[in-house]
């Protein structure tokens, strides 16, 4: 069945908004943190007073009684501050009525800035920042990084590819370059059947070659001066829409237009 389903003309792509749930709950519990998670409902905002109520009816011996209750709270707190730039990242990955695939690589770099151990972090919350970043690395590279790739270059918001490393920036732009090349050979019309010419013809026809090295070279040379004008075009605003982009843009940037046709109509939009 898998196997079958790879032969169809579709990426697959798992739900990235399900996948940071999950690492976030894999964590919750590889960090020691779930049993105070059950205290008190972080995304739902409820809960906090009947969490209060229990830390505060917990047997603390005399005066540790009100000292170990702040301090639950406090954790609580901690964690619930930690866990806020998920809740924002899964709901921006889960969205439907804007592009959401492009986004993914962004999001998922500035949860690992955020998750990045510091100094002043008391040791539940390093333990649970490892077993965050190292499940969501694995999640991550199990993910269709080429198409994540790909699509994140050809969104005007994302262009400059901040979220990759310089090596992998370079090899993105060369994936994007084959897929201009390609695309334009394949607008290119079929070359007409002739008959076989003959030896003496053959050699005369083969000095001529070296015009097609020349040929190829202009070729390349198009798509590099298509692609820098994309590059140089400026950035837009976060809050914009990159399909409208495309959109109005297509005619400046028609070698990459069908490329990013192609990317953007597979992208996470809610069409009404």
Same mark, same amino acid.
Request: hydrophobic share 35%; aromatic share 8%; with cysteine.
């Given at each position: 069945?898998?196997?079958?389903?790879?032969?169809?003309?579709?990426?697959?792509?798992?739900?990235?908004?399900?996948?940071?749930?999950?690492?976030?709950?894999?964590?919750?519990?590889?960090?020691?943190?779930?049993?105070?998670?059950?205290?008190?409902?972080?995304?739902?905002?409820?809960?906090?007073?009947?969490?209060?109520?229990?830390?505060?009816?917990?047997?603390?011996?005399?005066?540790?009684?009100?000292?170990?209750?702040?301090?639950?709270?406090?954790?609580?707190?901690?964690?619930?501050?930690?866990?806020?730039?998920?809740?924002?990242?899964?709901?921006?990955?889960?969205?439907?009525?804007?592009?959401?695939?492009?986004?993914?690589?962004?999001?998922?770099?500035?949860?690992?800035?955020?998750?990045?151990?510091?100094?002043?972090?008391?040791?539940?919350?390093?333990?649970?920042?490892?077993?965050?970043?190292?499940?969501?690395?694995?999640?991550?590279?199990?993910?269709? +990084?080429?198409?994540? *790739?790909?699509?994140?270059?050809? #969104?005007?918001?994302?262009?400059? !590819?901040?979220?990759?490393? =310089?090596? @992998?920036?370079?090899?993105?732009?060369?994936?994007?370059?084959?897929?201009?090349?390609?695309?334009?050979?394949?607008?290119?019309?079929?070359?007409?059947?002739?008959?076989?010419?003959?030896?003496?013809?053959?050699?005369?026809?083969?000095?001529?070659?070296?015009?097609?090295?020349?040929?190829?070279?202009?070729?390349?040379?198009?798509?590099?001066?298509? +692609?820098?004008?994309? *590059?140089?075009?400026?950035?837009? #605003?976060?809050?914009?829409?990159? !399909?409208?982009?495309?959109? =109005?843009? @297509?005619?400046?940037?028609?070698?990459?237009?069908?490329?990013?046709?192609?990317?953007?109509?597979?992208?996470?939009?809610?069409?009404?």
């Amino acid at each position: 069945m898998v196997a079958a389903a790879r032969l169809l003309p579709f990426e697959h792509l798992p739900c990235m908004a399900h996948s940071l749930q999950r690492t976030v709950t894999v964590s919750l519990k590889d960090s020691g943190l779930e049993r105070r998670c059950n205290k008190m409902e972080f995304y739902a905002g409820d809960g906090k007073e009947d969490a209060e109520k229990q830390i505060s009816t917990d047997h603390y011996p005399g005066a540790a009684k009100e000292q170990g209750c702040h301090g639950e709270l406090a954790k609580l707190q901690k964690l619930e501050e930690l866990l806020e730039p998920c809740r924002y990242v899964t709901e921006l990955l889960g969205g439907e009525q804007y592009v959401s695939c492009s986004v993914v690589l962004p999001a998922l770099r500035h949860l690992f800035r955020v998750m990045e151990p510091s100094d002043d972090d008391p040791v539940y919350v390093l333990r649970f920042k490892k077993a965050f970043t190292t499940d969501l690395a694995q999640r991550k590279d199990s993910t269709n +990084l080429k198409w994540l *790739k790909i699509t994140t270059a050809l #969104d005007p918001r994302f262009k400059d !590819l901040k979220c990759l490393t =310089k090596d @992998e920036r370079s090899e993105v732009w060369a994936s994007v370059r084959d897929l201009m090349m390609r695309e334009t050979r394949a607008q290119q019309p079929p070359a007409e059947t002739t008959e076989e010419p003959s030896p003496k013809k053959r050699r005369r026809m083969s000095i001529l070659l070296c015009s097609f090295d020349s040929d190829t070279d202009d070729e390349e040379e198009s798509i590099e001066h298509y +692609l820098d004008r994309y *590059k140089a075009e400026p950035k837009m #605003d976060i809050e914009g829409c990159p !399909l409208q982009w495309w959109s =109005k843009r @297509e005619g400046a940037h028609a070698r990459l237009a069908p490329i990013a046709r192609k990317y953007r109509n597979w992208l996470n939009v809610k069409k009404d």
